[in-house]
């Protein structure tokens, strides 16, 4: 097996991710999960282009999950478990395609909000994926990576950022914390 899947969502973290497993020379594919999350369609379209600006392989996968708040307006975020479903279906993707690898990019700041995207958590999930022969990576968490690194790699890998979308909403709200954040490490 070789290769990495990288979740991409379209947004800075996980397109820069993509230049990062390009730079050490892996073979990557992009995977988008449509999890019925108000921004689906934006997103889907921006993981294509990241993808297809990186000239690899764009994969999408639909399944239907509990959004809990993130079902209430723009301003909620929080998808109970979402990494791991994530995972979880990244996994049996990287399987079915002989890849050895997932990546997710979540960022070291994102531990504060989010459990799922704390460094205990990637390496229990990294710990059960390894049982299937697929190892499971938070390059951004394990590096104590923040989101000005994080967009200086996106910076330096060549990333469209016109391209991302990094918003809870289907439309560019400017307020959730996903457009805040951006709009600060973009200036």
């Keep these: 097996m070789s290769g990495i899947v990288v979740l991409c969502s379209g947004g800075i ?6 230049g990062l497993a390009q730079e050490a020379g892996h ?11 108000p ?24 399944c239907n999950v509990r959004l809990g708040d993130m079902g209430k307006g723009s301003g909620a975020h929080v998808v109970p478990a979402r990494n791991m479903v994530l ?15 997932v990546w997710l990019g979540a960022i070291s700041d994102d531990y504060l ?4 995207c704390r460094l205990g958590f990637a390496i229990g999930l990294d710990r059960a994926s390894e049982m299937l022969g697929v190892r499971v990576r938070y390059p951004w968490v394990n590096g104590q990576r923040g989101k000005s690194f ?33 709009a600060r490490v973009l200036k």
């Excluded at 369609?41 to 690899?56: L, M």
């Design 39 to 62: 921004s689906y369609i934006k997103e889907g379209t921006a993981s294509f282009c990241v993808a297809e600006h990186f000239n690899v392989g764009h994969y999408r996968i639909h």
């Design 113 to 116: 909000e989010y459990t799922d």
């Design 27 to 37: 073979e990557v594919a992009a995977l988008f999960v449509d999890y019925g999350q």
């Design 87 to 101: 995972i979880s279906l990244a996994v049996n993707f990287a399987l079915s395609k002989d890849f050895d690898e």
């Design 150 to 182: 994080v967009t200086g790699a996106a910076r330096r890998y060549g990333v469209p950022f016109e391209k991302t979308y990094s918003c809870y909403a289907s439309k560019k709200c400017g307020v959730c914390p996903s457009c805040l954040e951006r």
């Design 13 to 18: 973290d996980s397109a820069a991710l993509i």
